[in-house]
Structures are given as C-alpha cells and as structure tokens.
C-alpha cells in the first residue's frame, strides 16, 4: 500500500509560478514510476508530467511542456512539479500517482495509486 500526499496548489495570477510536492510513504519510492495528471470540471483526468523509475527519464504533455518541469528526490521520496508561466487553462485539480509495474506512464488507468489531489486556480 502507497500513501501519496499532494501539497502546494493555491491561487496565483497568470504568468506566475507554483511548485507542487508528493510526499509517498509505504514502499520503495525509487521503483515507482510517478506522475502528475489534472482534472477540470466536466473534463477526464489528463496526463501532464511523469518521471520513470530508474533511468530518470522524464515526459510531457505538449500543453505543458517547455513551462512545467517534474522532478523526484528519491532520499526524501518526493516527487516536485514546478509550473511557470502559468495560463487560466491551468486551471484544475492537480493529481500524484505511481505506477508499480506498467511502462505507460501516459496512461491514467495504469496507475495503481493516487494522491487526493490539490486545487490550482490560475486568474487572468
């Protein structure tokens, strides 16, 4: 069983900066693959970020990439999304969650585990 803890989201102008942590507990988080997807009202929960397990290789989606960055610190079994220049689009429920075993990292039904999520409101 894997606990995840999201914790950073807030209120912030558009063109600002976020950084949201996942705090994990309850298995050897340098195996996991972990991801970040968000969720708007009336949408499905989209792919965002992930960081693969052992070769630190890292993806986005194209909405975000070139502004959000994911990064993992395995020593304090944390996994970071640092969002700059945000948009009102950013807008959502932004979701932690880690693969044991499948390599779709894309795919939102691989992931065993979820955090409870944490609000970013992103004004214009």
């Known amino acids: 069983q894997v606990q995840l803890v999201e914790s950073g989201g807030g209120l912030v102008q558009a063109g600002g900066s976020l950084r949201l942590s996942c705090a994990a507990s309850g298995g050897t988080f340098s195996r996991y693959t972990m991801g970040w997807f968000r969720q708007s009202p009336g949408k499905e929960r989209e792919f965002v970020a992930a960081a693969i397990r052992w070769s630190g290789s890292t993806y986005y989606s194209d909405s975000v990439k070139g502004r959000f960055t994911i990064s993992r610190d395995n020593a304090k079994n944390t996994v970071y999304l640092q969002m700059n220049s945000l948009k009102p689009e950013d807008t959502a429920v932004y979701y932690c969650?880690?693969?044991?075993?499948?390599?779709?990292?894309?795919?939102?039904?691989?992931?065993?585990?979820w955090g409870q999520g944490t609000q970013v409101t992103v004004s214009s």
């Open positions: 969650g880690v693969i044991l075993y499948s390599t779709r990292w894309y795919s939102r039904d691989d992931y065993d585990y």
